[in-house]
């Protein structure tokens, strides 16, 4: 059964650094997201993607964040000049059509801001 | 914005009995309700959906209930096994959202003892 992937599983940065967190969504899938979840914490809603555009953002995506699908198979998220507060999990899911809601989640990358 | 509180946060039950586990939503209009099982260290699992026009839907030993009156929804675990240990999460999507955002419950911290 296909999955949504996730690279890195856990990364590690300095405060005030660059990361750009990826992930492959499910091959046939048309709408993609990406969530965070602070430790212990519920799941946030960042940012979700559709036919090479943000569809819809929260107000923790910020200036800060970036999202891209820079070809056919990768999504991935940039966050700019971390703060330790940017520590948390982030997901990426993926769905198939606009008509299906199922979100389907990656592993998730573990980000450390240091 | 639509806002989702859930309850229990935890829930410790005995291999065989039943669990549930509650959520409330704000936004009249939300109209699709996932469930969503989550191990630790491990990405959100879909376990079970329901949409806003149906008012239960069954799958082996768990069930989603809905109630649009009082803007609620519950999970139901039946014949527990110590396999069902988990954070559950309860999400709701606004139909006014273009982006299939999901808001998220707190979550519920299942604990089956053998």
């Known amino acids: 059964e296909p999955e949504v992937t996730q690279t890195p599983s856990h990364q590690v940065t300095q405060m005030g650094q660059e990361v750009i967190l990826r992930c492959v969504p499910i091959s046939n899938h048309l709408y993609f997201y990406w969530y965070r979840q602070i430790l212990g914490q519920k799941v946030e809603f960042l940012v979700s993607?559709?036919?090479?555009?943000?569809?819809?953002k929260s107000e923790i995506f910020d200036d800060q964040f970036s999202v891209e699908r820079p070809d056919g198979s990768n999504f991935t998220l940039k966050i700019r000049s971390t703060k330790l507060e940017d520590s948390a999990m982030y997901f990426c899911?993926?769905?198939?059509?606009?008509?299906?809601?199922?979100?389907?989640f990656g592993p998730g990358t573990r980000l450390t801001v240091t | 914005g639509e806002n989702v509180e859930q309850h229990p946060s935890t829930l410790s039950v005995q291999e065989g009995d039943s669990a549930v586990i509650k959520c409330t939503y704000s936004?009249?209009?939300?109209?699709?309700f996932p469930w969503y099982k989550q191990e630790l260290g491990k990405r959100p699992q879909l376990i079970i959906d329901i949409r806003s026009n149906v008012g239960e839907k069954k799958d082996q030993r768990i069930a989603v209930t809905l109630n649009k009156t009082a803007k609620h929804f519950s999970l139901h675990i039946t014949e527990t096994q110590p396999e069902d240990s988990a954070v559950y999460f309860c999400a709701a999507r606004p139909l006014s959202n273009a982006g299939n955002m999901l808001t998220f419950g707190g979550g519920t911290r299942l604990m089956v003892k053998p």
């Open positions: 899911a993926s769905t198939r059509t606009g008509g299906s809601y199922e979100q389907y």
């Open positions: 936004d009249s209009a939300s109209n699709y």
């Open positions: 993607f559709y036919n090479n555009e943000i569809s819809e």
